[in-house]
């Protein structure tokens, strides 16, 4: 793609998207990298390996439930540039939004991994669940934000796009939203590995549909 690629309606030039997408590639793949960082040989006495590694247990869970839930956020993330066929500053800035909460998921890692050992007790493990599905449902925002900005800039798209698939793009995040906080709720009020499972569940959804929702009737084209 050119430098810059003119706006049919006139607009402002959108600029190619191979940077945005270089740059996003390099933030996923520091954050999985930093997610590996928090796994740990643990001290043992000898004869104790075993023991202790299964004391670090939690510490593996956490990091695979956030690996998983990385390389689902990449597969949409991914998903969503097929659908442009240049940027321009409103998204490369919704797309910083996207980076930002990308970017915190090792922190909450790093606290249920901490939770969920000998070491927490239930309102430990609670407040973790709680904080984990906060920064997960607050992630849906900007996923929100970037739909409802190409539901009215259908100049953007790239070739073969179908504007009424775009559109059922928005119930995604919506349903991030709610169910995450719901997760969040069921963690703090019901049990922390209910709340857990729930997170669980809600990035295999996000990764099932990664490739977006398919309009039942008449089905939309998928992006080129």
Do not use: C
Request: aromatic residues 10%; charged residues 15%; without cysteine.
């Amino acid at each position: 793609m050119a430098a810059t690629e003119q706006d049919p309606t006139g607009g402002a030039s959108l600029a190619e998207i191979d940077r945005m997408k270089a740059f996003s590639d390099g933030v996923f793949a520091i954050v999985i990298t930093l997610l590996v960082l928090e796994l740990r040989v643990p001290s043992y006495e000898p004869g104790e390996l075993l023991t202790g590694l299964l004391h670090e247990g939690s510490a593996y869970l956490a990091f695979v439930i956030s690996f998983g839930y990385v390389g689902v956020l990449w597969l949409n993330h991914h998903a969503l540039l097929r659908l442009l066929r240049g940027t321009n500053p409103a998204l490369n800035w919704i797309n910083l939004a996207i980076l930002f909460g990308v970017v915190i998921i090792p922190f909450p890692t790093a606290v249920l991994a901490s939770a969920f050992t000998d070491h927490g007790d239930r309102h430990d493990r609670q407040a973790a669940v709680a904080l984990y599905a906060l920064a997960a449902a607050l992630m849906s925002l900007p996923w929100l934000v970037v739909f409802g900005y190409l539901r009215r800039r259908p100049e953007v798209y790239a070739t073969g796009v179908d504007h009424a698939y775009v559109r059922a793009q928005a119930r995604r995040p919506i349903t991030g939203l709610v169910l995450y906080g719901l997760a969040g709720l069921l963690g703090w009020f019901v049990d922390p590995m209910v709340g857990l499972v729930a997170i669980i569940v809600m990035i295999i959804y996000h990764a099932v549909t990664s490739e977006g929702i398919r309009r039942r009737r008449s089905p939309a084209r998928r992006p080129g």
